[in-house]
């Protein structure tokens, strides 16, 4: 499933069949193309962003995306770690997830990953980075 904070459109349909069939869901792109690794304003800031092509087709640069980019910073600053480790955290606490497949380019990436599994948000930390989510055509089917 194409599945992350800044893509959830898979809740609507699938997220329920899966968990009533008892499919567990192996969710790709939890960052975003990188996007909910970085400030908003940082996006260009990698080879990657500043040559992707491909990142502004899947992900609308609206205020909407924006507000989760900077809650994914608050909630990550407030804790003193990594965005990464918010997001992936966030993905792992939804239901039926079972192993987001991550990309990596570097040894810290993974390592960002793996401490994420013990990253327990809080509700109110949950509701924060969901809160300005706006739903979105979907994309990439």
Sequence with gaps: ???NLLY????REMIPLCLDMGVGL????????GLLARPADQQKATTRGASDTFTPQWYDQDEA???????????AGSRGITRAQVAMAWLLSRPGVTAPIVGVTRVTHLEEAVAAVDVALSPEEIARLESPYRTRPVTGH
């Design 8 to 11: 959830r459109e898979e809740e």
């Design 65 to 75: 995306t924006r507000a989760v980019i900077d809650a994914v910073g608050d909630v």
């Design 1 to 3: 499933n194409h599945y």
């Design 26 to 33: 192996m969710p790709w792109s939890p960052l975003a193309r």
